[in-house]
């Protein structure tokens, strides 16, 4: 009776270190934080289309251990990013955070050097908590003045090597262009343009290819 009930305090035992180990692993799951605004939310998009899925879907194909934490919001500004951030570090504990915001800031015309304290804030965060950072770069048309458009295109390449973090340096390249890739207002991509955004993103990702194949 005895050599039994060591045989199966034994099994228990095993049992539950087995659980804690996958509970564990859960845990750790490594996660690439998307923090967007309604170009990476699948405004006006059927849900599970946008370029996020996308990027999920290649990192399964990849055989990826990483999943994705869509954390967009339409209308979201730099400061409402900001403000989210350290919630999200907390609770997600990504290991590379995407940035793609700046561009409701400019359609409110705020001031360039507000918008790049933002970011500069969010990146400073974000690397301060261990993770890698991607920097999203956003053009306004020049119909918003020469001057604030110019310095609203150089902030992200300026941001980025100030703060040595990865850069795309045009999100919407190959979109921004051509009016068959947007939704009727004009102003948000359609389905169609999701892969060419995705593309634009997993290209710039190419530096973290290594770290996406494995357990940080």
Not at 21 to 45: F, H, M, N, R, T
Not at 103 to 126: C, F, H, W, Y
Not at 177 to 192: G, I, S
Not at 198 to 213: D, E, I, T
């Amino acid at each position: 009776m005895r050599i039994q009930l060591l045989t199966v305090n034994k099994f228990i035992t095993g049992l539950f270190c087995l659980v804690l180990s996958i509970s564990s692993w859960a845990q750790v799951k490594p996660v690439v934080l998307i923090l967007g605004d309604s170009l990476s939310a699948e405004y006006g998009l059927p849900r599970g289309t946008g370029w996020v899925t996308l990027l999920q879907e290649q990192l399964a194909k990849d055989q990826s251990p990483w999943s994705v934490f869509n954390a967009s919001i339409s209308g979201e500004t730099s400061s409402g990013g900001l403000s989210r951030l350290p919630n999200l570090l907390n609770q997600k504990k990504p290991g590379i955070v995407l940035i793609e915001l700046g561009a409701n800031d400019a359609l409110r015309g705020l001031p360039v050097n507000q918008t790049e304290a933002n970011l500069r804030k969010m990146i400073q965060m974000s690397k301060k908590s261990g993770a890698k950072v991607l920097l999203c770069g956003i053009q306004i048309p020049s119909n918003y003045g020469q001057t604030y458009t110019m310095q609203f295109k150089n902030l992200y390449p300026l941001l980025a090597k100030q703060e040595h973090v990865e850069l795309l340096p045009f999100f919407l390249e190959g979109v921004a262009t051509k009016p068959e890739l947007f939704q009727a207002d004009r102003l948000h991509p359609n389905v169609a343009a999701q892969s060419v955004i995705f593309k634009n993103v997993w290209g710039s990702m190419a530096p973290y290819s290594n770290l996406l194949k494995k357990l940080p």
